[in-house]
């Protein structure tokens, strides 16, 4: 799994993005208020990966945040 680390600009906890373990068309939701920028976090961190993913704003048991999709 990819470690996010905590940083200042984004004031998040510390996510492990699963893109290791993914198969395409395989999801996960990410809660959050800054949508637009854990959705760069999240593409940036794919790319070092050699993988591509689509996040859009979604929401899941009333939480708002980013669900992502790996698509290739």
Known sequence: MQKMEQ???HNEPVWLFPF??????ESFFIPTLKISEMIYTVETQ???FGILVRAYASSK???MGIRVWRVR
């Open 7 to 9: 940083s200042k600009r």
């Open 20 to 25: 290791e373990g993914m198969e395409i068309g």
């Open 46 to 48: 794919a790319k070092k």
């Open 61 to 63: 048991d009333d939480y």
